[in-house]
């Protein structure tokens, strides 16, 4: 797999770029992340022309069309920075990213929870969007996007590298353009999608049922339903379901010690006793063991590389 393409709040990377002059360097996203990541920089306030240090900004006025004002000398930013938003998210459709990752509660890049002051200089609001963020969602609406502050966050973070994981390998195949290669795809995140939502599993199992006349129309409808899909977050109940699925491919070898391991094992997930990597670590050993080759080729077994440790958690 190439390097996975990232926009990124720049000061993330540890770049001194914040209206203070200092950064907000996250350690995972640069030294475990950035093993499998191209990272693409983005700081609209020093790219839209303001210095390093700066003036600190807020957003004000209509929660629906807040501005961007300067909190000391009043300087309204708003035209600056949209006009500087339009070119820049014109170069950012050129660089093919398969997510973003945006500073949390910034007027310019937060995702979510941006406060909003009124005219009386008190928040009227605290559910802002940044108003890069705000422009980069609605004009790129199938690019997964998450805030760092939410990534702290250990079944957040894992949804959102599993979703980037997924769509690359989209990504590549579409790139491809082998025959039967949405087949295969499809095949080969079976169970990850299970985990995700069995019903639509149904229906993407139903485009690729149409492989010998697939349409570019049937192509997108597929990738909106998959989208849609990741977002919905496993759970210990759809994971516990996967588990004893994939189990049922090994009933016919393994002894009666195993058997009580795994379903043991996979029990003690349920409950939130062990994490999800335990019950993992024992069918990819089954799977090894007795030469299943259906399985062996499942990303639900190895979703993304093991030196994350994004299923260690309970």
């Not at 004893?244 to 349920?270: D, N, P, R, W």
């Given at each position: 797999m190439?390097k996975?393409?990232?926009?990124?709040?720049s000061?993330?990377l540890?770049?001194?770029?914040?209206?203070?002059?200092?950064?907000k360097?996250?350690r995972f996203?640069?030294?475990t992340l950035?093993?499998?990541c191209?990272?693409?920089?983005?700081?609209?306030e020093?790219?839209?022309?303001?210095?390093i240090?700066?003036?600190s900004m807020?957003?004000?006025g209509?929660p629906?069309?807040?501005?961007?004002?300067?909190?000391?000398?009043?300087?309204?930013?708003?035209?600056?920075?949209?006009t500087y938003?339009a070119?820049?998210?014109?170069?950012?459709?050129r660089?093919d990213?398969v997510?973003?990752?945006?500073?949390?509660?910034?007027p310019?890049?937060?995702?979510?929870?941006?406060?909003?002051?009124?005219?009386k200089?008190?928040?009227i609001?605290y559910?802002?969007q940044g108003l890069?963020?705000r422009?980069?969602?609605?004009?790129?609406p199938r690019?997964?996007?998450?805030d760092?502050g939410?990534?702290?966050?250990?079944g957040?973070?894992?949804?959102?590298i599993?979703?980037?994981?997924?769509?690359?390998?989209w990504?590549e195949?579409?790139?491809?353009?082998k025959?039967?290669?949405?087949v295969?795809?499809?095949?080969?995140h079976?169970?990850?999608l299970m985990?995700?939502?069995p019903?639509?599993?149904?229906?993407l199992?139903?485009?690729?049922?149409?492989?010998?006349?697939?349409t570019?129309?049937?192509r997108?409808?597929?990738?909106?339903?998959?989208l849609?899909?990741?977002?919905?977050?496993?759970?210990p109940?759809?994971?516990?379901?996967v588990?004893?699925?994939i189990?049922g491919y090994?009933?016919?070898v393994?002894?009666?010690?195993?058997k009580e391991?795994?379903?043991?094992?996979a029990?003690?997930?349920?409950?939130?006793?062990?994490?999800?990597?335990?019950?993992l670590?024992?069918?990819r050993?089954?799977?090894r063991?007795y030469?299943e080759?259906?399985?062996?080729?499942?990303y639900?077994?190895?979703?993304h590389?093991?030196?994350?440790?994004?299923?260690n958690?309970?």
């Amino acid at each position: 797999m190439e390097k996975i393409k990232i926009g990124i709040s720049s000061c993330l990377l540890g770049n001194k770029v914040r209206y203070d002059g200092q950064h907000k360097w996250d350690r995972f996203i640069t030294d475990t992340l950035g093993r499998w990541c191209e990272f693409v920089p983005v700081c609209p306030e020093v790219e839209c022309g303001l210095p390093i240090p700066r003036e600190s900004m807020r957003l004000e006025g209509d929660p629906e069309n807040p501005r961007l004002v300067t909190g000391r000398s009043r300087i309204d930013l708003t035209e600056k920075m949209m006009t500087y938003t339009a070119a820049r998210l014109e170069q950012l459709a050129r660089e093919d990213l398969v997510g973003f990752i945006f500073k949390t509660k910034s007027p310019s890049s937060g995702l979510r929870g941006v406060k909003i002051y009124g005219p009386k200089g008190s928040p009227i609001s605290y559910s802002g969007q940044g108003l890069f963020a705000r422009a980069f969602v609605n004009r790129f609406p199938r690019i997964p996007v998450e805030d760092e502050g939410r990534l702290q966050d250990p079944g957040i973070r894992e949804n959102f590298i599993e979703t980037i994981f997924v769509l690359q390998r989209w990504r590549e195949m579409e790139a491809a353009r082998k025959p039967g290669g949405l087949v295969d795809f499809h095949s080969r995140h079976k169970y990850t999608l299970m985990a995700h939502s069995p019903e639509k599993l149904k229906a993407l199992g139903k485009l690729t049922g149409r492989a010998g006349k697939l349409t570019e129309e049937t192509r997108d409808e597929y990738f909106q339903t998959l989208l849609d899909l990741l977002a919905l977050k496993k759970t210990p109940k759809k994971n516990y379901n996967v588990i004893l699925h994939i189990a049922g491919y090994f009933k016919g070898v393994l002894t009666s010690g195993e058997k009580e391991e795994l379903l043991e094992t996979a029990e003690q997930y349920h409950q939130g006793l062990v994490p999800l990597i335990v019950p993992l670590t024992l069918l990819r050993h089954y799977t090894r063991k007795y030469e299943e080759p259906y399985l062996s080729q499942q990303y639900y077994l190895n979703p993304h590389p093991v030196e994350m440790g994004l299923l260690n958690h309970v």
